[in-house]
């Protein structure tokens, strides 16, 4: 079964400053994943997806994450943050066969201080 | 229309009521879920369909009965629920194919009293 790693639980950054969220999967064929982002009481909101080809990945708002095989990680980045960027990140894998089941890392919680 | 349409936004039920949560995409899209979201918790989830047919059922206790009526719309029926099945409750829905990602509903926020 797959399985997420988000080690971080909370995070702290000033504004302007460079972001990255750890994630780290475990799946024994090649994953589908991906990152998403959750404003308080509001639903999920896809930031970007990998599953082949370049191994940097460009999502929206300004995001970007590199997926390692070799470290089995799929990290998060922004170079700079704004205020609005503020809220939760969920990592998550699926699976390569079958109908779409996504599994959820626990999530980041991402604090911008000014 | 890109969104996933969740009504109601809150809901407030008795362990004896019976209500329904509604969920509603027109973006084509022929595999729609249902999540559940404890507070500071990840997704969890539920149901899926694909192409209107249930496929993939997480173990979920009776009282939870979903529907697909048609292609667009995914309700989740609710009876005799307990007070620890409060929670935010997601849909969403995907193209064919896993690698497209999810698009989410804002969700309906339950608490059973």
């Known amino acids: 079964a797959q399985s997420v790693t988000q080690p971080d639980i909370h995070i702290t950054v000033s504004e302007g400053a460079s972001l990255e969220l750890r994630c780290n999967y475990s799946?024994?064929?090649?994953?589908?994943l991906f990152w998403y982002v959750q404003s308080p009481g509001q639903g999920l909101q896809l930031l970007l997806k990998?599953?082949?080809?370049?191994?940097l990945v460009q999502g929206i708002k300004g995001f970007e994450a590199e997926f390692k095989r070799s470290q089995s990680s799929f990290n998060l980045r922004k170079p700079s943050v704004h205020w609005s960027d503020a809220a939760e990140y969920f990592c998550?894998?699926?699976?390569?066969?079958?109908?779409?089941?996504?599994?959820f890392g626990t999530g980041t919680k991402l604090q911008v201080i000014p | 229309d890109t969104e996933v349409t969740q009504t109601p936004k809150h809901l407030v039920m008795g362990m004896t009521n019976k209500k329904s949560l509604k969920c509603e995409q027109h973006?084509?899209?022929?595999?729609m879920y249902w999540y559940k979201q404890k507070a500071k918790k990840p997704p969890e989830l539920m149901f899926v369909?694909?192409?209107?047919?249930?496929?993939i059922n997480e173990s979920v206790p009776s009282r939870f009965s979903p529907e697909c009526p048609n292609s667009s719309l995914l309700n989740l029926h609710l009876h005799a629920l307990q007070p620890e099945d409060s929670a935010l409750y997601l849909c969403?829905?995907?193209?064919?194919?896993?690698?497209?990602?999810?698009?989410f509903g804002s969700g309906t926020r339950l608490t059973v009293v």
């Open positions: 969403a829905s995907s193209q064919e194919g896993i690698g497209h990602g999810y698009t």
């Open positions: 799946y024994g064929a090649t994953p589908y």
């Open positions: 990998y599953f082949s080809g370049d191994t």
């Open positions: 998550a894998v699926g699976t390569s066969g079958g109908y779409q089941k996504v599994t």
């Open positions: 973006m084509g899209h022929r595999a």
């Open positions: 369909y694909s192409y209107e047919k249930l496929s």
